[in-house]
T-cell receptor, first 115, second 118 residues
Framework: GEDVEQSLFLSVREGDSSVINCTYTDSSSTYLYWYKQEPGAGLQLLTYIFSNMDMKQDQRLTVLLNKKDKHLSLRIADTQTGDSAIYFCAERVLMTTDSWGKFQFGAGTQVVVTP | GAVVSQHPSWVICKSGTSVKIECRSLDFQATTMFWYRQFPKQSLMLMAT?????????EQGVEKDKFLINHASLTLSTLTVTSAHPEDSSFYIC??????????????FGPGTRLTVT
């Protein structure tokens, strides 16, 4: 099965907060990431959190990490129509063959912001 | 953040021909680059890891003779799809890793190349 799981769809009204959830399975994850992909474009790094942190806030974005439950969430405050996109959760997993590690991506959550 | 570019952004080629996609790190030297493939409404699938000056490491199930990767310099990696077929049509995304000493070694993604094989 998937190593990183996300819900596939989220609908939110403009001005409300969005919360996108992600679960992962590999306990050797060092960093966890959130990327944004707009239609026809590549991935834009939004934020990341080191695995020994519980929370990270960056302007409208808040990342929460529950390492015990292997649960990561991204909260977007005051969601705008420009936030409509697909959001990917990713973990960097340590590899014996590569000291930096390898990315495992979730399937992505499509966020639709309605006026 | 760092910038990674890809060229072309969109290419249409005939079945049986080869097409080359370039990936460049514009403001940092990337010793390692990655090539991903993305099918519609799906996640990214890692195809191969490319290290400057050495052979690429391919993921299981990816044909190395079909997807030729060259990482000749610290800022350029190329992916050549040889003898392309319609099933190779996809969105190809490259990624470059910053050196670990800078910002924890973040990985930045290019804008992607849409390949359509007719």
């Amino acid at each position: 099965g998937e190593d990183v799981e996300q819900s596939l769809f989220l609908s939110v009204r403009e001005g409300d907060s969005s919360v996108i959830n992600c679960t992962y399975t590999d306990s050797s994850s060092t960093y966890l990431y959130w990327y944004k992909q707009e239609p026809g474009a590549g991935l834009q790094l939004l934020t990341y959190i080191f695995s020994n942190m519980d929370m990270k806030q960056d302007q409208r974005l808040t990342v929460l990490l529950n390492k015990k439950d292997k649960h990561l969430s991204l909260r977007i405050a005051d969601t705008q129509t420009g936030d409509s996109a697909i959001y990917f959760c990713a973990e960097r997993v340590l590899m014996t063959t590569d000291s930096w590690g390898k990315f495992q991506f979730g399937a992505g959550t499509q966020v639709v912001v309605t006026p | 953040g760092a910038v990674v570019s890809q060229h072309p952004s969109w290419v249409i080629c005939k079945s049986g021909t080869s097409v080359k996609i370039e990936c460049r790190s514009l403001d940092f030297q990337a010793t390692t680059m990655f090539w991903y493939r993305q099918f519609p409404k799906q996640s990214l699938m890692l195809m191969a890891t490319s290290n400057e000056g050495s052979k690429a490491t391919y993921e299981q199930g990816v044909e190395k003779d079909k997807f030729l990767i060259n990482h000749a310099s610290l800022t350029l990696s190329t992916l050549t799809v040889t003898s392309a077929h319609p099933e190779d049509s996809s969105f190809y995304i490259c990624s470059a890793r910053e050196p670990p000493i800078a910002a924890g070694g973040l990985q930045y993604f290019g804008p992607g190349t849409r390949l359509t094989v007719t």
